[in-house]
């Protein structure tokens, strides 16, 4: 079946470190890949997505590359801030018209000044 | 921005109680869905909605829950006999094209508690 694993948290890390959240699926065919993210106290909101192989989704400064070959969608930050603190979800939506997404568990990320 | 919005924001209910959580989606989308997040697990997909009808459903969506979009503007979740391992919390979402094609927009949830 279609399924996500992501890293476990939470992650805490320093303004400015780099940040890279692991993310992994099993589906067949190829599924579309998501990264959304959840700010304290709002619902979740799309943060990327890339829909094919070698894609790359980018967005505020994040990034994931589609990664056929190792079934990987991890998402990178070269600076974080301390509004990046937040859980960030990955999610895949499967190939062959199926509406639903298929969720990781989330990833807390605390940023501290 | 338009959002959705979702009430009540916390919901308490007793074991064998019906509940109704309601979802206000963004007024031009055509596709509207209900999750879940058990607390330490997934958000795992309930139903997708779409031109009135369940285009889709998971096996969590059993004889005990229903949707609805009465009047063209609400989508509401009923659960018509809550059991204990129904606390979660629910997103709403809803979107102009597919879940594959067009961003969901998602809800800040009901936290259902049932005692």
């Known amino acids: 079946g279609n399924s996500v694993t992501q890293m476990e948290g939470p992650v805490t890390l320093s303004e400015e470190a780099f940040l890279t959240i692991n993310c992994t699926y099993t589906?067949?065919?190829?599924?579309?890949l998501f990264w959304y993210v959840q700010y304290p106290g709002e619902g979740l909101q799309l943060l990327l997505k890339a829909t094919k192989a070698d894609d790359k989704g980018s967005n505020k400064g994040f990034e994931a590359t589609y990664r056929k070959e190792t079934t990987s969608f991890h998402l990178e930050k070269g600076s974080v801030q301390v509004s990046d603190s937040a859980v960030y979800f990955c999610a895949l939506s499967p190939q062959g018209g199926s509406e639903k997404l298929v969720f990781g568990k989330g990833t807390k990320l605390t940023v501290n000044p | 921005e338009p959002e959705v919005t979702q009430t009540p924001s916390h919901q308490v209910t007793q074991m064998g109680q019906e509940v109704i959580l309601r979802c206000v989606p963004i007024?031009?989308?055509?596709?509207f869905y209900w999750y879940r997040q058990i607390l330490g697990q997934k958000v795992e997909f309930l139903v997708s909605f779409y031109n009135n009808e369940i285009s889709e459903k998971s096996e969590i969506f059993d004889d005990q829950f229903s949707v609805e979009r009465p009047d063209g503007s609400n989508f509401t979740l009923k659960i018509r006999s809550t059991k204990l391992e129904d606390s979660a919390m629910y997103f709403c979402?809803?979107?102009?094209?597919?879940?594959?094609?067009?961003?969901?927009?998602f809800g800040n949830g009901t936290r259902l508690t049932v005692t």
């Open positions: 979402a809803s979107s102009e094209g597919t879940s594959a094609s067009s961003p969901l927009h």
């Open positions: 589906a067949t065919g190829y599924p579309s």
């Open positions: 007024s031009n989308h055509l596709y």
